[in-house]
């Protein structure tokens, strides 16, 4: 995947801030559900580390994750450790 350049101000990129600073382009879907739409975004940023944001607020908070983070949360998820958000 190509690394996205984004626009932000004073050069700094962090947890919480405006999605909309980060551009429009370069958010992909990678999970979507029969929820009317309301899906995770998330854009590979160019330093290497996730913005992830709700599709149905592109203009709210982007959270900001380490790609050990990220990698830490999906293999997780795969092995059912976060199975206990769905009941």
């Known amino acids: ?5 984004t626009r932000v101000r004073n050069g700094q990129i962090y947890n919480g801030m405006p ?10 879907k990678p999970w979507s559900g029969g ?14 580390r996730i913005a992830v944001r709700q599709s149905a607020d592109p203009d709210g908070p982007a ?5 050990g983070e990220m990698t830490a949360f999906i293999q997780g ?3 059912g ?5 769905l009941s």
């Open 35 to 48: 929820n009317g739409g309301n899906c995770v975004e998330a854009m590979k940023l160019a330093d290497g």
């Open 1 to 5: 995947m190509n690394r996205i350049k």
């Open 77 to 79: 998820a795969k092995a």
């Open 63 to 67: 959270l900001i994750y380490t790609t």
């Open 81 to 85: 450790e976060a199975d206990f958000l």
């Open 19 to 28: 999605a909309r600073e980060l551009g429009s382009e370069g958010w992909h």
